[in-house]
């Protein structure tokens, strides 16, 4: 008798527990629902929000000044050099220039260094209207076939780069077909600046995306060249000028990483760089320009962040200053409804 009342009270404590719960829970979704779940509800009265845009202000300002004062410490250089790099008898049609390889591209220009430039000076070739976010463009590749190579079969969203003389491309598509292939040479005098070419793509590129035993196989070998060629003894993971391409950018102006110069300039210094003119952007109005720069803390030369934050943070203090003249002119002590349009007493009036 004594088992049979123990068994029987217990599915009872259970039934009485998991009605408990389901009571909470109940409680608590209505709660939620019912938007009755503590939470804290600032009263900002104009005090308050008088000095929150002043504080928001006197902190933005000096970090617009500091980031501003960052950018004004790199030292860049921007030189354009497509128009000046094609031989006079050829100004009037570049496009023929560009495409007759038996004109040499060979071009000598100098530099003067403004200011003091300390390494690492890092180079960068820029392209203007050049449109890499275009959908085909961007669609004709392949990431499998960059991991894997040649064990991977299906490269149709290469086309037309996918296949030639009937044997695959690696790599295929018109991203890698148009890989940059002008070339910087750097001097100070008779002694040649050396150029750090590694490390240039990201890490995560070169690890996770790019194959360590995939090798260029039948590249550019079509009657139609688009760009530069690639070591077939050398895996793409290390071919980083590839990698750092095949990062397609999303707007028509862009500068890609060519390498670093990890000597001091000084300034005055007259650096000769000795290139060769190789890529056609002549014939959709573009333009290639060289840039030397150093970086700072936060990157770069770029003075819009700091100008950003300036602006806001004047704009804040500005605002604040606006909101106390009105509330020394008009004040209204906190909790006084009196002069409200809705006030119960002035509507029964």
């Not at 408990?20 to 608590?28: A, F, M, N, P, T």
């Not at 591209?105 to 430039?117: A, E, H, Q, R, V």
Request: contains cysteine.
């Amino acid at each position: 008798m004594e088992m049979d009342g123990g068994s029987a009270s217990a599915p009872a404590g259970i039934e009485a527990d998991s009605v408990s719960v389901r009571q909470g829970r109940s409680k608590i979704i209505y709660q939620f629902t019912q938007q009755n779940l503590p939470a804290c509800k600032p009263v900002l009265s104009p005090a308050w929000v008088i000095s929150i845009f002043f504080v928001v202000g006197v902190i933005f300002i000096p970090v617009g000044i500091v980031s501003l004062h960052a950018s004004q410490t790199v030292v860049e250089i921007v030189y354009r050099y497509d128009a000046e790099c094609v031989p006079e008898s050829f100004r009037s049609n570049k496009l023929a220039y560009i495409k007759d390889s038996s004109i040499p591209k060979n071009c000598t220009k100098s530099l003067k260094i403004p200011k003091d430039m300390k390494a690492p000076i890092y180079i960068y070739y820029q392209l203007d209207n050049y449109y890499q976010n275009h959908r085909r463009y961007v669609k004709s590749r392949n990431d499998q076939q960059l991991l894997h190579g040649l064990k991977y079969h299906d490269t149709g969203s290469c086309a037309p780069e996918d296949v030639n003389h009937g044997l695959p491309i690696v790599p295929c598509g018109l991203i890698a077909w148009s890989l940059f292939n002008d070339t910087y040479s750097f001097y100070r005098g008779i002694d040649e600046l050396k150029v750090n070419r590694k490390n240039i793509a990201w890490e995560s590129d070169r690890e996770h995306k790019f194959g360590k035993q995939v090798y260029p196989f039948n590249f550019q070998n079509g009657s139609l060249i688009g760009g530069a060629s690639l070591d077939p003894n050398i895996p793409l993971s290390d071919q980083e000028d590839l990698i750092v391409w095949m990062r397609t950018s999303a707007l028509p102006t862009f500068r890609k990483l060519y390498g670093r110069i990890e000597e001091d300039l000084d300034a005055d210094d007259i650096i000769s760089i000795k290139l060769l003119n190789n890529y056609n952007t002549y014939s959709f109005s573009g333009s290639k320009k060289l840039v030397l720069s150093t970086s700072s803390w936060l990157g770069g030369h770029n003075n819009f962040l700091g100008l950003a934050y300036i602006s806001v943070g004047a704009s804040f203090i500005l605002i604040a200053f606006v909101f106390m003249l009105l509330h020394v002119k008009n004040p209204r002590p906190y909790g006084d409804t009196t002069n409200l349009s809705w006030n119960w007493k002035s509507m029964s009036g």
